[in-house]
C-alpha cells in the first residue's frame, strides 16, 4: 500500500512539473537583434516594471488619450513579437517609444511574450528550440 501511494504521489509530481515545463517559455527567437533570449526572474521583473511604467501609462481602461487598454494578454506570442519587429504601434510611431533603450524594448517583450495569451499553448512555434 505504501509503495502505491509513493508511486501515485511521484506520477503526479511528475505531471505537474511535465505540465508546468511545457506551459511557460523559457526562451524566445528575437527577430530584431537574431538571437535567443533566455528568460530570467531579473529580466523578466524588468520587463514588468517598463510595461507598468511606460505602457500602462496611456493604455488603461478608460483613458482619455484613445489608447487602446492592453495587457498582457492582449495579444499572442507571435503579436508582440511583430509589435516589437515592425514597431507598427501609434506610441512607436510618435516616439513614445524613443525614450527606451533596445535591451528595454527586448525585457518588454520578453514580459509580454512570457505571460501573452496562448502562454499555455503547448505549441511554441517561436521558440529557438
Known amino acids: 500500500m505504501k509503495k502505491i501511494a509513493i508511486a501515485l504521489i511521484g506520477g ?12 511557460s517559455p523559457v526562451k524566445r527567437y528575437d527577430a530584431l537583434s537574431k538571437t535567443c533570449r533566455i528568460f530570467t526572474h531579473a529580466d523578466l521583473w524588468a520587463g514588468y516594471k517598463i510595461f507598468r511604467k511606460n505602457c500602462k501609462r496611456c493604455h488603461f481602461r478608460g483613458n482619455k488619450k484613445q489608447a487602446k487598454f492592453l495587457y498582457t494578454e492582449s ?5 508582440w513579437d511583430r509589435v516589437f519587429a515592425t514597431k507598427y504601434p501609434p506610441c512607436a510611431k510618435d ?23 496562448d502562454t499555455y499553448d ?7 528550440g
Open 12 to 23: 503526479c509530481l511528475f505531471l505537474y512539473w511535465a505540465v508546468q515545463a511545457g506551459a
Open 75 to 79: 495579444k499572442v506570442r507571435k503579436g
Open 95 to 117: 516616439g513614445s517609444w524613443g525614450k527606451l533603450t533596445g535591451e528595454q524594448l527586448a525585457r518588454l517583450n520578453d514580459y509580454l511574450f512570457k505571460n501573452a495569451a
Open 122 to 128: 503547448p505549441y511554441d512555434a517561436t521558440d529557438c
